[in-house]
């Protein structure tokens, strides 16, 4: 079936350092690729999609790219800051969904250190 | 009040009580959602109710009875849990389920029960 798979945690950082969270997926077709993220005490928010191959999705200096060659849609930021810290999920839609599911990976810890 | 809430944000409650969690969304939606989160499993999707009508069940126990009286409104019914049912409930809304339209979702902050 669908799947979604994200780099284990906790990443640890300093501020201002680059970012790179990886995530790849396996499903058929052209899945919708998202990435969420959960600050302390809250639900999860959009932080930004892609629903095409070659697509890159963009947010708040962080970035995605649907790269469909590679099955992943890595997140990437160029400086972080102590504000970034969270719990990161890549999740996606499958292209044969008709319900409107979201498969999750597993979440990916940040911690950015001043 | 905007967006997606959900009462009571924790729940304590017993193996034999019968507890209910409730989801509003104010965003004029017609696609609802329960997740579960668990401290070792990836978010799991539960119910979907598009206009109403429950379109997914994801092979979730009888104790977990949904309930969608309206497009705004959400219920999760607990009953006879289990300490293992103890996870954070999300609830999610859409604009709706047509295929293909792959649309957003939108969560509310979760409701923390913890079955004793």
């Known amino acids: 079936g669908d799947s979604v798979t994200q780099m284990e945690g906790p990443v640890t950082l300093s501020e201002e350092a680059f970012l790179t969270i990886n995530c790849t997926y396996t499903?058929?077709?052209?899945?919708?690729l998202f990435w969420y993220v959960q600050y302390p005490g809250e639900g999860l928010q959009l932080l930004l999609k892609?629903?095409?191959?070659?697509d890159k999705g963009s947010n708040k200096g962080f970035e995605a790219t649907y790269r469909k060659e590679t099955t992943s849609f890595h997140l990437e930021k160029g400086s972080v800051q102590v504000s970034d810290s969270a719990v990161y999920f890549c999740?996606?839609?499958?292209?044969?969904?008709?319900?409107?599911?979201?498969?999750f990976g597993q979440g990916t810890t940040l911690q950015v250190k001043p | 009040e905007t967006g997606v809430t959900q009462t009571p944000r924790h729940l304590v409650m017993g193996m034999t009580n019968k507890k209910s969690l409730k989801c509003e969304q104010h965003?004029?939606?017609?696609?609802m959602y329960w997740y579960k989160q668990s401290a070792k499993k990836p978010l799991e999707l539960m119910f979907v109710?598009?206009?109403?009508?429950?379109?997914e069940n994801n092979s979730v126990p009888s104790r977990f009875s949904p309930e969608c009286p309206n497009s705004s409104h959400l219920f999760l019914h607990l009953h006879t849990l289990q300490p293992e049912d103890s996870a954070l409930y999300l609830c999610?809304?859409?604009?709706?389920?047509?295929?293909?339209?792959?649309?957003?979702?939108?969560f509310g902050p979760g409701t923390r029960l913890t079955v004793l």
């Open positions: 999610a809304s859409s604009q709706d389920w047509v295929a293909g339209s792959r649309d957003t979702q939108y």
């Open positions: 499903a058929t077709g052209y899945p919708s």
């Open positions: 892609a629903t095409k191959a070659d």
């Open positions: 999740a996606l839609t499958p292209s044969s969904s008709n319900t409107g599911k979201l498969i």
């Open positions: 965003l004029g939606h017609n696609a």
């Open positions: 109710y598009n206009f109403k009508e429950q379109t």
